[in-house]
Structure formats: structure tokens, C-alpha cells
């Protein structure tokens, strides 16, 4: 429906612009008729419905955020005479794996 009204008004617009020119401040000279200037506004009226009807017309792209998975550290074989052991650390209460001597 605003489409429609939009070209309604865009056809109103250029009709008003098609007027005829012995009427309308101008003079005539020779063979041709100088003067005038009546575009202006028709012009930049049309240019704004135009822009309104791009703009009503453009997609709303909605770009879901990343997901970031962490996966475990891969351990390495210890040393010789030493072994991996899970911890929790006292300060942090966290859990580390540390390497202990056998």
C-alpha cells in the first residue's frame, strides 16, 4: 500500500513539473524559450520519495555471534621418573595439572 501511495505522489509531482511554459515566468526569445526553473523542487522531491523507497525496500541481515568451544589441554608424556597429577590450587580454587616426581 505505501508503494502505491508513493507512486501516486511521484506522478502528482511530475505532473505539476509538466506545466506549460508560455505561463510560468520565462520569456521567449527567437526560437527557443529561456527562463524558468521550475524542476528544482519536483527534483528534489523525487529524489526523497526515491531514497524512501530504497530504503523501505533494503533486507535486515542479523549476524548470529561466534560460538568458541575450548577444548582440553592435550598432555605430553611426562619425563622419565615424573607422572601428571590433578590438583586443586588453594589460592584460586581452581584445578591444574601439575608434574609430580614419581
Known sequence: MKKVLLALSLFAVVGTANAQWHHHGGYYRG?????G???VA???LGGV????????NQQVIVQQPPVIVQSQPVLQQ?????HWEEMI???TN?????????
Open 31 to 35: 526560437g527557443g524559450y529561456y527562463g
Open 37 to 39: 526553473g521550475n524542476w
Open 42 to 44: 519536483p527534483l528534489i
Open 49 to 56: 520519495i526515491g531514497y524512501e523507497i530504497n530504503r523501505a
Open 78 to 82: 611426562p619425563p622419565y621418573g615424573y
Open 89 to 91: 590450587d588453594p589460592a
Open 94 to 102: 581452581t584445578r591444574k595439572i601439575v608434574l609430580v616426581p614419581n
